[in-house]
């Protein structure tokens, strides 16, 4: 429950972070985006660290849990490696936008209740869009 609450927040700073340009972008803006990057990457660690204590090792290398695994990995590095070191990774902070996809695992837990139709049709929506949030 907690995990698909951190995923809803994740989503709205992504949008809030596309949002910005870089015009009118201010380094208060800059350090908020950052520090929320550093709260997000944790809770994702500590979601996938207590996911793997909890069902083994071999959680990690499950097909249904590869996107999280990938997307976690792919925070550290842009987040704790790449960004202390000041090494600009323009292509891998592109895979913060497939941070979004990871609502359809909050989506499968609901979509079978009628209250969350219209948010079903918009996660499919999302989904079947991905080929155009991945272009280059």
Not at 19 to 45: C, M, P, R, Y
Not at 57 to 64: I, M, P
């Amino acid at each position: 429950m907690f995990g698909n609450f951190i995923i809803f927040c994740n989503t709205f700073v992504v949008g809030w972070q596309a949002g910005l340009t870089d015009d009118i972008i201010t380094q208060n803006d800059k350090d908020i985006s950052a520090a929320l990057e550093h709260v997000f990457t944790f809770a994702f660690v500590c979601e996938l660290t207590l996911s793997t204590m909890c069902w083994g090792w071999t959680y990690l290398v499950r097909k249904e849990n590869s996107l999280d695994v990938f997307l976690v990995f792919i925070a550290v590095l842009t987040t704790w490696i790449f960004g202390p070191l000041q090494i600009e990774v323009d292509l891998l902070r592109k895979f913060t936008a497939l941070r979004t996809v990871r609502l359809v695992r909050l989506a499968r837990s609901v979509r079978l209740r009628p209250e969350f139709k219209e948010m079903w049709m918009l996660i499919k929506g999302l989904t079947e869009s991905g080929e155009t949030l991945v272009w280059p």
